[in-house]
C-alpha cells in the first residue's frame, strides 16, 4: 500500500473506531436514538471513505501491475476480485 493511502485509511479507520466506541456506550447509556443514528452515520461515512482509499490504492498499483503483465489467467483474477468486491460494497 502506498504511504498516502495508507496513511489516510488508517486515519480514518482508527477515527471509526473511535467513533464507534462512543455509539456502543451512547447505546448502552439509552442516548437519544437521532444522536446514535448521527455517529453511526459517521462511522458508517468513514469506513466508506477509507474503503474507497483502499479501492483507489488498489487500482493504481496490483489491479496496474496485473493489467501490464500478459499473464491473461493473472488478469481474469484481478478483474474477478473487483467485481466480487464492488459487488458487496453495493449492497
Same mark, same amino acid.
Given at each position: 500500500?502506498? @504511504?498516502? %493511502?495508507?496513511?489516510?485509511?488508517?486515519?480514518?479507520?482508527?477515527?471509526? +473506531?473511535?467513533?464507534?466506541?462512543?455509539?456502543?456506550?451512547?447505546?448502552?447509556?439509552?442516548? %437519544? $436514538?437521532? &444522536?446514535?443514528?448521527? +455517529?453511526?452515520?459517521?462511522?458508517?461515512?468513514?469506513?466508506?471513505?477509507? *474503503? +474507497?482509499?483502499?479501492?483507489?490504492? *488498489?487500482?493504481?498499483? $496490483?489491479?496496474?501491475?496485473?493489467?501490464?503483465? @500478459?499473464?491473461?489467467?493473472?488478469? +481474469?483474477?484481478?478483474? &474477478?476480485?473487483?467485481?466480487?468486491?464492488?459487488?458487496?460494497?453495493?449492497?
Amino acid at each position: 500500500m502506498t @504511504t498516502n %493511502y495508507k496513511t489516510s485509511a488508517l486515519l480514518n479507520f482508527k477515527k471509526a +473506531q473511535s467513533h464507534l466506541a462512543k455509539v456502543i456506550s451512547m447505546v448502552e447509556k439509552d442516548a %437519544y $436514538c437521532v &444522536d446514535i443514528m448521527q +455517529q453511526n452515520l459517521a462511522v458508517i461515512g468513514l469506513l466508506k471513505s477509507a *474503503h +474507497q482509499m483502499m479501492m483507489a490504492n *488498489h487500482l493504481t498499483t $496490483c489491479f496496474k501491475t496485473a493489467m501490464e503483465s @500478459t499473464n491473461e489467467k493473472k488478469k +481474469q483474477t484481478m478483474i &474477478d476480485e473487483i467485481l466480487k468486491v464492488t459487488k458487496i460494497a453495493n449492497k
